[in-house]
């Protein structure tokens, strides 16, 4: 019969004991003795957890350690949580003495922790105030302790003031109170984030009076850094914070247990091995020998402690024998075990991208992030995560922060396949500009500029730049007018121009002052003067004044080329018809020929018909002095027409021949 949850009085628990050690049929390993053992183990736990206080904490915790905690770790937690919830005034001292506890058995840890996060879930989900004021508190205090990370702590926060009421903006103001010390400390740029949050909700002034006087009281004790509220008091400092495990679970971890069954008595059938492997646990965190372990199972009145320390002493004299079970037992203290499994699954790669934001946000000087990342060995391939994560988290910063260009710059130094993620992060980014805030815009543009002005990255990126009205929206322009702008502030206008005309960068540069067309070229020249930066065109409005020489002299060219194909096409022609005309030419000569044979006979005929001499004479004068030279040769276009032409003019001739003849007989 199980007696867990009742009172038995001393006397009966004293008579069942001696009735189970004169029973000769129950073994040390019996289900009646684990029963026993296991309600003194509860009974301890208990009785230690509720005696808690600065002053005994000590000596409490190692009165803890001498019994079985693997066995009684949810009993522990179940105590730790209960006992927090009805005092919570005391819940740095429990969180003190579960990091001490985490150092040693960090499964315990990891438990309790666990079941904070399912029960902070399920009092949120139900609205429960006092539960979820309980839990949060705790969960500020293991902050305190280093044994949940800062990302759980901004997740709480960021839940509560999402939609906030003013139950969940008052949970979240104690948290902050109770946290706000090592949070200023591990991420300043949280904490900053929170409190704007907090005057956002104050400005608003949808909540009752209290709540707004707790946020300004609030505001105070951040001005004041927290001096009310110190993070570890110096008797509750009892672990070192190199020797602390922290555990990164967060609000939104899947597959989380509570392990309710290590709540309750369970048979365990290797009994005894395990009770050795715990007394060599407890000799080594307590710095016991067999003696003392001996002298200590002894007072404690069980039947078969005597039998386990002779085994114990046993053991201790093979010294090779203590370490194989303590490393069994303590399998899961190594937290990097974790990190040995090559995991290429999504999970990596985001547990990498969160890695990577803590680290940049947690930093407190560039110097220092830029060495935490160095030190994370980011291989080959997934150098754009690194990349994307400083340009995101500098994007959404409401000013630009030089923070991120310096961690930019020092990794371009450090290797070139960060330069050249850079330079596509470059091109990426511009290509897809219009999808971000003006704000957000403004700190990409500036991050690349820091870049450029300090020759982190090779100017060439810009060759990815075309300045038309065509090949650029609102968006790239703004880009473009703070890159430019920022790199002339940094290098001034005299330095920058020279960069820009540098003759081995012109290709690179031809997109940013294009000069294929007078429209583009305006355009470019109209941008720069209306950002303030016309120097940088004195080149362009050169080129511009003389585009119109340029055309003239082009087209001019351009006609004398076909005036010298017109000319060759033409020669080439008359090369044709001076053969046809030679022909021509011998023709119309035989024809003439003709022709002066007849009329010398017309005009012996006419002397020898008329009567007087003188007549004669004088028409012969006249004939001679009327008769037409034969036309010359001319170069027609046909030779039809010149015949035609010849023939018309043979017959006037004969025709007026005719007519002298008759007035000479008259």
Avoid at 32 to 46: A, G, S, V
Avoid at 167 to 176: G, L, R, Y
Avoid at 432 to 451: G, P, S
Wanted: proline fraction near 4%.
């Amino acid at each position: 019969m199980s007696t867990s949850g009742l009172y038995i009085p001393p006397w009966k628990r004293n008579l069942e004991a001696s009735t189970a050690s004169s029973s000769t049929s129950s073994p040390a390993d019996s289900e009646i003795t684990q029963k026993r053992t296991w309600e003194e183990l509860r009974r301890d736990i208990n009785g230690v957890v509720n005696r808690l206080s600065e002053k005994n904490i000590k000596p409490l915790t190692a009165k803890l350690f001498s019994r079985n905690l693997i066995r009684g770790q949810g009993v522990l937690c179940k105590s730790l949580m209960r006992a927090q919830a009805i005092s919570p005034n005391q819940t740095p001292i429990f969180a003190a003495l579960i990091s001490v506890v985490n150092t040693k058995l960090p499964q315990i840890g990891e438990l309790l922790l666990t079941r904070l996060i399912l029960q902070f879930r399920r009092a949120y989900r139900r609205r429960d105030r006092s539960l979820t004021l309980a839990t949060t508190t705790f969960l500020a205090h293991l902050l305190n302790q280093s044994i949940i990370h800062e990302i759980l702590a901004l997740q709480l926060l960021t839940l509560l003031l999402e939609s906030p009421t003013n139950d969940s903006v008052e949970i979240a103001v104690n948290f902050t109170k109770q946290a706000g010390s090592k949070l200023t400390e591990l991420t300043p740029k949280g904490v900053h984030a929170v409190m704007e949050r907090f005057r956002g909700i104050l400005h608003e002034g949808d909540l009752d009076k209290r709540v707004i006087f707790e946020i300004e009281r609030l505001m105070l004790i951040v001005k004041g850094q927290f001096k009310e509220y110190p993070a570890v008091s110096d008797e509750l400092d009892l672990v070192d914070s190199d020797d602390q495990i922290t555990f990164e679970l967060t609000l939104d971890e899947e597959e989380l247990d509570k392990q309710d069954v290590l709540d309750v008595f369970q048979m365990d059938e290797e009994y005894l091995e395990n009770e050795k492997i715990w007394g060599k646990i407890r000799r080594e965190v307590l710095g016991e020998d067999s003696d003392s372990s001996d002298d200590d199972s002894d007072g404690e009145g069980d039947t078969e402690d005597s039998s386990d320390s002779d085994n114990e002493a046993d053991d201790e004299s093979d010294p090779a024998d203590p370490t194989e079970p303590v490393s069994t037992s303590l399998s899961i203290v190594d937290p990097n075990q974790k990190q040995k499994i090559d995991d290429m699954s999504a999970q990596a790669l985001v547990n990498l991208r969160r890695t990577i934001y803590l680290t940049i946000m947690s930093s407190a000087s560039f110097e220092e992030c830029a060495h935490k990342l160095a030190k994370m060995t980011i291989p080959e391939g997934r150098e754009a995560e690194l990349v994307n994560m400083l340009i995101e988290c500098c994007s959404q910063e409401r000013t630009y922060l030089r923070y991120y260009g310096l961690i930019a710059q020092r990794f371009c130094l450090l290797h070139s396949r960060w330069r050249e993620a850079f330079d596509f992060a470059f091109s990426e980014n511009y290509d897809t500009i219009h999808r971000l805030e003006t704000n957000k815009l403004r700190n990409v543009a500036k991050i690349f500029a820091h870049l450029l002005h300090t020759d982190a990255t090779p100017w060439t990126c810009m060759g990815h730049i075309r300045l038309t009205q065509d090949d650029t929206t609102s968006s790239s322009r703004i880009f473009i007018k703070i890159l430019i702008q920022e790199i002339a502030e940094n290098l001034g206008v005299a330095k920058l121009n020279e960069r820009f005309n540098n003759p081995a960068m012109a290709e690179v540069f031809s997109g940013l002052f294009p000069r294929d067309t007078p429209k583009n070229t305006r355009f470019a020249i109209n941008f720069f003067t209306s950002i303030g930066l016309g120097p940088l065109t004195d080149e362009l409005r050169e080129h511009l004044k003389l585009q119109p020489k340029l055309i003239a002299e082009r087209a001019r060219k351009e006609q004398e080329r076909l005036l010298l194909l017109k000319a060759e096409m033409s020669t080439s022609e008359s090369e044709s018809e001076s053969d046809s005309s030679s022909s021509s030419s011998s023709s119309s000569s035989s024809s003439s020929s003709s022709s002066s044979s007849s009329s010398s006979s017309s005009s012996s005929s006419s002397s020898s018909s008329s009567s007087s001499g003188k007549k004669k004479k004088k028409s012969k004068s006249k004939r001679r002095k009327r008769s037409p030279t034969p036309p010359p040769q001319q170069d027609g276009d046909s030779d039809d027409e010149g015949e035609d032409d010849r023939k018309k003019e043979r017959e006037k001739r004969r025709e007026k021949k005719r007519r002298k003849q008759s007035e000479g007989d008259e």
